[in-house]
């Protein structure tokens, strides 16, 4: 199974809901291709929910970071939601902790965009 | 104790398609393997992912997806231990020339983080050039001793 995104919108902050694999081929360029979508159509404020993603490579983790680097570069903040006790160690692993801003209360998360 | 790897394991050697489908069926093969020599789940977890890692590496970047050259999988138990070896027929590439995917200046490229997750995830790893001047990654992950029932 492929990465699935939907997408919804809780005040000017865009939660991507993510469900399935990040990995090489379809589903990292579906998740690339999705961020610069929502950049070019003026999102600024980002949360992705992880927390129905069962796996991530290290080209996923490669797509995160890309998506990460697209909206600040634009001026805007992409956070993460509901890592699972895998995805938390791959960003110890990685050092990307001290990267991301990660949260498991979505409440909590959408306060720190205001 | 007993050797938890029981009697039914059936070493793997073959040559692979450069292909997407390789690292996929890879994976799945290993995760397979991994269970019926009594790896814990998350120690096979674990295994499949850095044998994918290095399948990848294999497949874009080091026969480029190529129809012409073979992703060398070899598959085999000695003693507790389960060791998988790929090998790739590219260019061959220096370890030291790769930047440090944790250093400060690194945190956000893009790429570059598969060896450091294979090397955290798996026991033993050993990278050489082979003959052909292609890559040879040898992972090695111990397993488990149960006692005899």
Redesign the interface.
């Known amino acids: 199974m492929s990465v699935k995104l939907t997408m919804r919108q809780v005040g000017d902050v865009t939660v991507i809901d993510a469900a399935g694999r990040i990995t090489?081929?379809e589903g990292s360029s579906a998740f690339r291709d999705s961020i610069k979508d929502l950049v070019s159509k003026g999102s600024r404020k980002m949360l992705l929910n992880l927390a129905e993603v069962s796996y991530i490579?290290?080209?996923g983790?490669?797509?995160l970071?890309?998506g990460?680097?697209t909206v600040s570069n634009a001026g805007g903040s992409l956070k993460l939601l509901n890592l699972t006790k895998?995805i938390q160690d791959?960003l110890q692993?990685?050092?990307?902790y001290?990267?991301f801003e990660v949260f498991d209360d979505e409440a909590a998360a959408l306060a720190t965009f205001q | 104790m007993t050797d938890p790897a029981n009697s039914s394991f059936t070493s793997i050697d073959q040559y692979l398609e450069s292909s997407l489908d390789t690292v996929e069926s890879t994976e799945n093969r290993v995760l397979e393997l991994a269970q019926q020599c009594g790896l814990p789940e998350e120690d096979a977890y674990q295994l499949g992912y850095a044998v994918r890692e290095a399948v990848v590496n294999a497949v874009v970047h080091g026969n480029r997806y190529s129809a012409n050259k073979k992703v060398h999988l070899l598959i085999r138990k000695q003693g507790s231990t389960l060791e998988i070896v790929v090998e790739d027929e590219g260019q061959g590439f220096d370890e030291q020339k790769q930047g440090d995917p944790l250093a400060e200046e690194n945190l956000l490229a893009q790429s570059g983080r598969g060896l450091m997750i294979i090397r955290a995830f798996v026991d033993e790893v050993d990278i050489v050039r082979t003959e052909a001047g292609g890559t040879r990654v040898a992972m090695r992950k111990h397993l488990p001793a149960t006692d005899a029932v």
């Open positions: 090489l081929g490579d290290s080209s983790i490669g797509e970071v890309s990460f680097t895998r791959l692993i990685t050092k990307l001290t990267i």
